[in-house]
């Protein structure tokens, strides 16, 4: 499966900002999707992760309360809507799928077997 991000941009300290990513050559449906991101001399980290359902979405400390997972398998492609953001925020963001998704790993990169190419938030204050 390929994937495509976008969404990013330049947002203000507050703002909010909805990432998409689109889905394409696969059954999307059957992937669990997750959003990492990675800033500036830092490595990737996971952000929040949905089952291929939708019915089970899971958050990193930073995001619980400020964003929301979500997909529409319909539309083959997932959201990461993102509330209050802050300065820290500021990263490359991308979406990741796997068909071997557990509770217990949904958190580890090497468990993402498909990547899109990134899009950039930049979040100033």
């Known amino acids: 499966v390929q994937l495509q991000a976008s969404g990013g941009g330049l947002v203000q300290a507050g703002g909010s900002l909805r990432l998409s990513c689109a889905a394409s050559?696969?059954?999307?449906?059957?992937?669990?999707t997750a959003w990492f991101r990675q800033a500036p001399g830092t490595e990737r980290e996971f952000v929040a992760a949905?089952?291929?359902?939708?019915?089970?979405?899971w958050y990193a400390d930073p995001a619980k309360g400020r964003f929301t997972i979500s997909r529409n398998n319909g539309k083959n492609t997932a959201y990461l809507q993102m509330n209050s953001l802050k300065p820290e925020d500021t990263a490359v963001y991308y979406c990741?799928?796997?068909?071997?998704?557990?509770?217990?790993?949904?958190?580890?990169?090497?468990?993402?077997?498909?990547w899109g190419q990134g899009t950039l938030v930049t979040v100033s204050s």
């Open positions: 990741a799928a796997t068909n071997r998704f557990t509770l217990a790993t949904m958190s580890a990169r090497h468990e993402y077997d498909y």
């Open positions: 949905i089952s291929w359902s939708g019915r089970g979405t």
């Open positions: 050559g696969g059954t999307f449906s059957t992937y669990a």
